[in-house]
């Protein structure tokens, strides 16, 4: 039980915007992702392009900004890693497709030798990649007031019927709404590639 209420903390801490938390978070999670990942990704022209830690950052990065806007429901540590292992796996599959259009299909590079360790980047953690204030920021400025009303309600752990009761509308109306505003956002600041 105290594992269950320590995941609860984390997850409201997590909406709430806590760095800390943030790393927490990863620090406990991101492994499970990269196995995941690193499980998936065999085909070796693919292996050239991306490592699992370029999949996980990416799936991290988005995972904080929609949770951050209360999108996810999750009660148990189950629940968060099979949410960030399936954003992974959907990852990893728009990359193999993207990288396999016909003018980027990587599978007519040539290796120029040189092992696959070359290309790791040695660059930030995801850690201090998903601690960005100023993502989050950009973030909720393009959000319209109501929107970002809906997603404080969220962030701070209120259930949608409470927060319907308060605004008006249905609970699955505002849910759609705020999902909504969430996806375009992130188009919009290209956070979903």
């Keep these: 039980m105290p594992e ?20 927490e978070l990863v620090r406990r999670y991101e492994p499970a992702i990269r196995i995941a990942v690193h499980g998936r990704l065999t085909d070796p022209g693919l292996r050239r392009l991306l490592d699992s830690m370029d999949i996980c950052q990416s799936v991290l990065g988005n995972f ?15 629940q968060l890693i099979k949410l960030l292992i ?6 990893l599959t728009d990359h193999a497709r993207r990288q396999q259009a016909d003018r980027r ?17 040695p660059g930030d953690s995801p850690s201090a990649v998903v601690a960005g204030e100023e993502l989050l920021h ?4 393009k959000l319209s007031a109501q929107e970002q009303h ?11 019927d409470e927060i319907a009761a308060e605004v008006g509308g249905s609970p699955d109306a505002l849910r759609l709404q705020l999902s909504r505003a969430v996806d375009r956002v992130t188009r919009e600041l290209r956070l979903e590639g």
């Excluded at 320590?6 to 760095?19: E, I, K, P, Y």
């Excluded at 299909?105 to 980047?121: H, K, P, Y």
């Excluded at 950009?138 to 400025?141: E, I, K, N, V």
Aim: net charge negative; proline share 3%; hydrophobic share 35%.
């Design 86 to 91: 399936t954003m992974a796996r959907n990852r």
């Design 138 to 141: 950009a973030f909720r400025s």
């Design 4 to 23: 269950e209420m320590s995941f609860l903390d984390l997850v409201r801490r997590v909406r709430a915007g806590d760095q800390q938390a943030s790393a």
């Design 64 to 78: 904080f900004v929609r949770a951050t806007a209360g999108e996810f429901e999750l009660e148990k540590p189950e």
């Design 150 to 160: 809906l997603a404080d309600q969220r962030a701070s752990g209120r259930p949608w």
């Design 105 to 121: 299909d990587q599978r007519r590079t040539e290796n120029v030798g040189g092992g696959d360790a070359d290309l790791v980047d």
